[in-house]
Each structure stands twice: as structure tokens, then as C-alpha cells.
């Protein structure tokens, strides 16, 4: 029986793998909040990992704040760069793999395809820079690892775009929302189903990989697909808008290439449009 560890587990990408880790009874999950497991302490680390032997470490712990990154910038780079550091040290130590998420941030958005991940990263903002940190710190220290850069992230748990336009139809309130940014909404249930079958095929095929749903869309084209299939699209007022006021700059390009991730583990991927027309139905 595999023994893992996740991170983060009251987080929006850690909930959903507590969701998810029922269809399988095979592997023991222990699943730590922030608290329990700081990925900036690596002491703590440690005393769990002598404690239990983990197999594979999910690592969902992450600075996610864009903006806020811009004015605490050493908080971010704590965790997303320290800590990841700190957890790959430790996987290392034990002979533990790790899987480990980062974003479509790593980009500067001047594409007009998308990302394969040998594109040169050139971050615009301080989230995005310490993810790609974090992302180098892990790979000059382990080498079984996952790293899944993502875009987008939403489901039905934590703080996301997907429940706040929810939450703006229940208030029947007006919704401006910009058409300035095209990326691709990823449903993070999908993300930790694929982590999941991975994990249990046994494969070694460690690296960096692009994951989000297929397609690609304004925020306006989400906001506008969350309207209609939650059959809301004529009783909410639904405006375009170029005035995005935000403190950290944003690519206005992000969506990522999957080829890599969908030859080598020959997964299906569903558009981002049928995986959220799921979620809502559910």
C-alpha cells in the first residue's frame, strides 16, 4: 500500500484530491493542512517523514495571492520557493516522490500559441516568479518528480472565479468582466484525477508538464459559460469590460500546449467548456 502525504489539504486543489482519494482504497492518504505540515518548516517536515514512511509527497501548499505577492513579496517567495525547496530536499532524503503544481504565470503572455513547456519562461509578476523559483529549486534537487504547471483553477471548493460569479448571481448583480486575458479554465477535479492515475499506473516518466482543460477563453468567455449552464445567461446583466484594475500584471496570453502530457500518459482531456457543463450539472 502506497502511503501519501498532501499538503495544502484545506485548500482548493486539497480538497479536491480528498474527493478524489476514495476511488482509491489501495493507497493511504494522511492529509496535513498548513499547519500540521509547513512546507516552510522543514524540522516539521522531517519529524512527519520519521514518523511515516511516505511514498509520494502531493504537494498543494502554495502562496496563491497574485496581487497581494506584489507587496509581500518575501511570503511568497517563502513558500512558494523556500518551501518547495524544503519539500524536495526532504522527498530526497527519503527516497519519497514528489508531485508538485505550478502555473501559466511563468509565462509573459506574448505568445500567440501555446506554451510547450521548453518555452522560455519570462515571468511578469512576483507569484509567477516564485512558482518558476520554486519549480528550479525542485528539480536541481530531486529527480523523481511531477511538476504540473496549470491555468486557471476552479471548482467547487475554495476561493475561485467560478464560485464568486455563482455568488454574483445569487446577489443578481451586475457582472463587468474582461475580455483582455485569454487562458484556458482548468477544472482542478480533472487536475487530480490525472495526478491520481498516474500515480497508480507506476510510471516513471518524472518531468515538467502542461496541464489545464482544452480550448482556450476570456474570463469574459468563462463568466458567460458559467451563465448558461447554470440557465442564468437571461436573468444576470453580463458585460464586457477592458478596465481590469489589478496591482500585479497579468499575461494576456497563457494557455498551455498538452501534447506532451496527453502523449505520454495517453489521457483523455476534456474542453473546458464540457468539464465545467459537468461540475455545474453535478
Same mark, same amino acid.
Given at each position: 500500500? %502506497?502511503?501519501?502525504?498532501?499538503?495544502?489539504?484545506? !485548500?482548493?486543489? !486539497?480538497?479536491?484530491?480528498?474527493?478524489?482519494?476514495?476511488?482509491?482504497?489501495?493507497?493511504?492518504? *494522511?492529509?496535513?493542512?498548513s499547519?500540521?505540515?509547513?512546507?516552510?518548516?522543514?524540522?516539521?517536515?522531517?519529524?512527519?517523514?520519521?514518523?511515516?514512511?511516505? *511514498?509520494?509527497?502531493?504537494?498543494?501548499?502554495?502562496?496563491?495571492?497574485? #496581487?497581494?505577492?506584489?507587496? *509581500?513579496?518575501?511570503?511568497?517567495?517563502?513558500?512558494?520557493?523556500k518551501?518547495?525547496?524544503?519539500?524536495?530536499?526532504?522527498?530526497?532524503?527519503?527516497?519519497?516522490?514528489?508531485v $508538485?503544481?505550478?502555473?501559466?504565470?511563468v509565462?509573459?503572455? %506574448?505568445?500567440e500559441?501555446?506554451?510547450?513547456?521548453?518555452?522560455?519562461?519570462?515571468p511578469?509578476?512576483?507569484?509567477?516568479?516564485?512558482?518558476?523559483? !520554486?519549480?528550479?529549486?525542485?528539480?536541481?534537487?530531486l529527480k523523481? $518528480?511531477?511538476?504540473?504547471?496549470?491555468?486557471?483553477?476552479?471548482?467547487?471548493?475554495?476561493?475561485?472565479?467560478?464560485?464568486t460569479?455563482?455568488?454574483?448571481?445569487?446577489?443578481?448583480? *451586475?457582472?463587468?468582466?474582461?475580455?483582455?486575458?485569454?487562458?484556458?479554465?482548468?477544472?482542478?477535479?480533472?487536475?487530480?484525477?490525472?495526478?491520481?492515475?498516474?500515480?497508480?499506473?507506476?510510471?516513471? #516518466?518524472?518531468?515538467?508538464? $502542461?496541464?489545464?482543460?482544452? !480550448?482556450?477563453?476570456?474570463?469574459?468567455?468563462?463568466?458567460?459559460?458559467?451563465?448558461?449552464?447554470?440557465?442564468?445567461?437571461?436573468?444576470?446583466?453580463?458585460?464586457?469590460?477592458?478596465?481590469?484594475?489589478?496591482?500585479?500584471?497579468?499575461?494576456?496570453?497563457?494557455?498551455?500546449?498538452?501534447?506532451?502530457?496527453q502523449?505520454?500518459?495517453?489521457?483523455?482531456i476534456? $474542453?473546458?467548456?464540457?468539464?465545467?457543463?459537468?461540475?455545474?450539472?453535478?
Open positions: 500500500m %502506497k502511503n501519501i502525504l498532501v499538503t495544502g489539504a484545506k !485548500g482548493q486543489l !486539497g480538497t479536491c484530491f480528498k474527493m478524489g482519494s476514495g476511488n482509491y482504497p489501495d493507497f493511504n492518504f *494522511d492529509f496535513k493542512s499547519s500540521e505540515a509547513d512546507i516552510t518548516n522543514k524540522p516539521q517536515l522531517k519529524e512527519l517523514f520519521s514518523e511515516i514512511k511516505y *511514498d509520494w509527497v502531493i504537494n498543494c501548499a502554495a502562496y496563491t495571492n497574485v #496581487d497581494k505577492a506584489e507587496s *509581500d513579496r518575501e511570503k511568497a517567495f517563502e513558500i512558494n520557493t518551501g518547495a525547496k524544503n519539500i524536495a530536499e526532504v522527498c530526497n532524503e527519503n527516497k519519497a516522490k514528489l $508538485h503544481f505550478s502555473t501559466d504565470y509565462f509573459d503572455g %506574448k505568445a500559441e501555446p506554451y510547450k513547456e521548453s518555452d522560455p519562461t519570462n511578469i509578476n512576483v507569484y509567477g516568479l516564485s512558482k518558476f523559483k !520554486g519549480e528550479q529549486a525542485i528539480t536541481e534537487v523523481g $518528480h511531477y511538476i504540473f504547471r496549470t491555468s486557471w483553477l476552479y471548482s467547487e471548493f475554495g476561493h475561485n472565479f467560478y464560485k460569479i455563482l455568488r454574483k448571481i445569487s446577489e443578481k448583480a *451586475d457582472l463587468n468582466i474582461i475580455t483582455s486575458q485569454v487562458g484556458t479554465p482548468t477544472n482542478a477535479n480533472d487536475l487530480t484525477d490525472l495526478v491520481l492515475k498516474i500515480i497508480a499506473s507506476g510510471k516513471k #516518466d518524472f518531468g515538467l508538464y $502542461h496541464f489545464s482543460n482544452l !480550448g482556450a477563453a476570456t474570463w469574459y468567455d468563462f463568466a458567460k459559460a458559467i451563465l448558461e449552464f447554470s440557465r442564468n445567461l437571461h436573468t444576470t446583466q453580463l458585460h464586457k469590460s477592458n478596465d481590469f484594475r489589478s496591482i500585479a500584471n497579468r499575461p494576456a496570453y497563457s494557455v498551455l500546449d498538452k501534447t506532451k502530457v502523449q505520454i500518459f495517453s489521457t483523455p476534456l $474542453h473546458w467548456k464540457e468539464s465545467l457543463k459537468g461540475l455545474i450539472n453535478t
